[in-house]
């Protein structure tokens, strides 16, 4: 008997992309987000199963959950849901690698290209 594989009622996060990216295990990271939360007053923990489970789409987030796991990997909320820690050619991998002084020449290149580079075709 083949066992279906039931598919994600949520869409696809990089949670499990930053805390491989950040070397934690799922323990680990649970026992941060636990913490976090606990700094927030909030007394209810968090267990690696369910880091697993939001992981692999089974489960959702909340705010607050999505706010602590960002605070426990490094990152902000929005680079859980739409940023690859692992991609090579994107512009915020080498943003993290940077450090301030490298950060500011990095935005004073990038500003630079956009003024001096031609404004995108308009679609339609």
Same mark, same amino acid.
Do not use: C
């Given at each position: ?8 009622? @949520?869409?696809p996060? @990089?949670?499990?992309? /930053?805390? =491989?990216?950040?070397?934690? &295990?799922q323990?680990?990271?649970? *026992? ?15 267990? !690696?199963? &369910? +880091?697993?489970?939001? =992981?692999?789409?089974? +489960?959702?987030? #909340?705010?607050?959950?999505?706010e ?6 490094? #990152?902000?909320? $929005? ?5 690859? $820690?692992?991609? $090579?050619?994107? +512009? /915020? #991998?080498? /943003? =993290?690698?940077?450090? $301030? ?5 990095? #935005? *004073? !290149?990038? =500003? +630079?290209?956009?003024? !001096? &580079? %031609?404004? %995108?075709?308009? %679609?339609?």
């Amino acid at each position: 008997m083949v066992k279906k594989v039931k598919p994600s009622a @949520f869409s696809p996060t @990089f949670i499990k992309q /930053w805390r =491989e990216y950040r070397t934690l &295990s799922q323990v680990q990271l649970a *026992e941060l987000v636990s913490k976090a939360l606990r700094a927030r007053g909030i007394k209810k923990g968090y267990t !690696h199963a &369910s +880091i697993g489970r939001l =992981e692999n789409g089974k +489960i959702g987030y #909340t705010q607050v959950i999505l706010e602590v796991l960002a605070e426990s990997l490094g #990152t902000d909320p $929005p680079s859980l849901l739409i940023r690859d $820690p692992n991609d $090579p050619a994107g +512009i /915020w #991998t080498l /943003w =993290e690698k940077a450090i $301030p002084e490298q950060r500011a020449t990095i #935005t *004073e !290149h990038a =500003e +630079i290209v956009i003024r !001096h &580079s %031609p404004a %995108p075709a308009k %679609p339609g």
